[in-house]
């Protein structure tokens, strides 16, 4: 039987410090959290941002459709040339925020019996392509490292001055970083250039959260499989919304006792156009079937994949799932496939 005397707190933190937890834990319901408003990383104006300027001066503007907003390319960027950001790039005055005051204005979003949660966006990689256009961001990477190095240097100082004054402040179990890596078919830099210039400043990040006593999750949309050797290595507690572009079931193989996924719901099967609710919640149930034996994997389906009948399906299953690991044989992670 489900042990009742586990919160769903106590129960999703057995599956990050990688013991096989009593339950399948929900994402959408079992964690709690809020980025105060008083964080500029995008334009103010709902949860993931509205239309206007950020604290580093960078124009957003919200998309509809996505629940999102996006750098504005209409405006011309923050930085042109990376050997100038010394003298461009004006970072927030963290100090000149009454952290305190926000966190108690803040504090009935948080409850113990759940994961408390602190999702930041915009990375070190992500501020820089947000300062200077993606393509420009590469460019700089290639072509001036040292200057680059230089900048992801001062906005990783920067991030872990940000999440030291809401740890300060936050009740937390786990802090969540927005950083992308990757597209539809390979992430954006080449491995090797990833581990040069951007797994370093990710370590210093990962490294201070951990410092703080808190599990550390990166959220990180596009094909990132060939980054996760180095993701575990780094000491990375969660990858969330984990996209069925990469190999979820061999990443759960070989990584599940390293790692927690959020995510691997959205596959193609589910994607077919016109399957009826009834055909969503047997594909969804058969893959949690496969996917959360060992409790490495906690599903879920982004809301901005716009798949008929998904989200339900995944809350029902995972209901009717409430003793899955009742079963020993769930309890296990499952094998690599031979075929």
């Excluded at 009593?22 to 709690?32: A, G, L």
């Excluded at 990375?123 to 820089?128: A, T």
């Excluded at 590469?138 to 190095?149: F, K, Q, V």
Aim: glycine share 8%; charged share 25%; proline share 6%.
């Amino acid at each position: 039987m489900k042990n009742k005397n586990l919160t769903p707190r106590e129960n999703m933190l057995l599956a990050y410090s990688h013991q096989c937890p009593e339950w399948i834990p929900n994402f959408r319901t079992d964690v709690c959290g809020r980025l105060p408003v008083e964080v500029w990383e995008r334009a103010p104006g709902g949860p993931q941002g509205g239309t206007g300027t950020d604290w580093f001066g960078v124009h957003w503007r919200t998309v509809p459709g996505i629940a999102g907003a996006t750098v504005d390319t209409t405006v011309p960027p923050v930085l042109k040339d990376v050997t100038d950001w010394e003298r461009v790039v004006r970072f927030p005055d963290l100090d000149a925020v009454d952290w305190k005051a926000a966190a108690e204005r803040d504090a009935s979003v948080y409850d113990e019996k759940k994961v408390r949660y602190m999702s930041i966006f915009n990375g070190p990689f992500e501020r820089l392509h947000a300062l200077m256009g993606m393509v420009e961001a590469n460019c700089a990477i290639l072509e001036e490292p040292e200057a680059t190095c230089g900048l992801l240097t001062a906005i990783t100082d920067y991030k872990i001055a940000l999440i030291d004054r809401l740890t300060d402040y936050y009740p937390l179990d786990l802090v969540n970083l927005h950083d992308d890596w990757g597209h539809n078919s390979s992430t954006f830099l080449s491995p090797d250039t990833w581990r040069s210039m951007i797994k370093p400043h990710i370590k210093r990040i990962v490294d201070f959260v951990h410092e703080k006593g808190l599990y550390f999750d990166i959220h990180s949309c596009g094909y990132i499989e060939p980054l996760l050797p180095d993701m575990v290595e780094i000491g990375i507690d969660g990858w969330s919304s984990v996209q069925c572009i990469n190999h979820v079931r061999d990443i759960i193989c070989k990584y599940g006792d390293k790692i927690c996924l959020t995510g691997g719901m959205d596959n193609q099967e589910v994607r077919q156009a016109g399957l009826t609710a009834e055909e969503v919640h047997d594909l969804t149930g058969r893959r949690m079937d496969d996917l959360c034996r060992g409790g490495a994997l906690f599903p879920f389906g982004n809301t901005n994949a716009n798949i008929p009948y998904l989200l339900d399906a995944i809350n029902t299953c995972l209901e009717e799932r409430a003793e899955f690991f009742n079963d020993p044989g769930n309890r296990v992670l499952p094998k690599l496939s031979l075929t």
